[in-house]
């Protein structure tokens, strides 16, 4: 009778075990295995300065990165998980200045974009976030942002991305 108690015991904490798992992945995320769907809205851009492919580029490449690095399904509105939200800051500034009183001038300029995003997880709210990013690139002063821009937008789009991601479902 104690052997079959026992044996019922373990099972039972077995069980219970079963039902209370995450699922990794080998990005480091963490999602429940309820979660199984994801939308991202689109991301106007209300910066000051506008980049026009810019909403188009970060938008895609937030779905990209969830597509490919989880096994999500993109749905177009009420995902398990959801962002939405908009760029608010794209600027250029001076960071280094050379030289001496009469000549100083700038020898880096600093590209940074900002971006509101809301994020919702439907299956652990407590997860929930509405925040700020901001990531950069700096460039040499002599080129122009036109000249530059093709090159460091990415660069910058990648970054804040991947910081995206980390902060909504790696937990970090």
């Not at 075990?17 to 769907?37: D, E, Q, R």
């Not at 300065?49 to 490919?68: A, C, H, M, R, Y």
């Not at 959801?82 to 608010?88: L, N, P, V």
């Amino acid at each position: 009778m104690k052997t079959i108690g026992k044996t019922f015991l373990i099972l039972a904490a077995c069980a219970s075990l079963s039902y209370c798992h995450v699922k990794y992945t080998m990005t480091g995320a963490s999602i429940s295995p309820n979660t199984k769907t994801i939308s991202v809205a689109y991301f106007p851009n209300r910066a000051p300065l506008v980049n026009p492919t810019l909403s188009q580029e970060l938008t895609e490449g937030l779905k990209d990165k969830f597509i490919s690095q989880t096994s999500l399904n993109m749905v177009n509105g009420d995902g398990d998980l959801s962002f939405e939200g908009e760029i608010t800051g794209y600027d250029t500034k001076p960071i280094a200045i050379t030289g001496n009183d009469q000549t100083d001038k700038a020898s880096l300029n600093r590209l940074t974009i900002t971006v509101k995003v809301k994020f919702a997880n439907e299956q652990d709210p407590k997860n929930n976030f509405e925040t700020q990013f901001s990531a950069y690139e700096d460039y040499d002063s002599s080129q122009g942002l036109d000249e530059v821009e093709g090159k460091l937008v990415p660069l910058i789009l990648e970054k804040l991305i991947e910081d995206i991601f980390n902060k909504s479902v790696v937990n970090w």
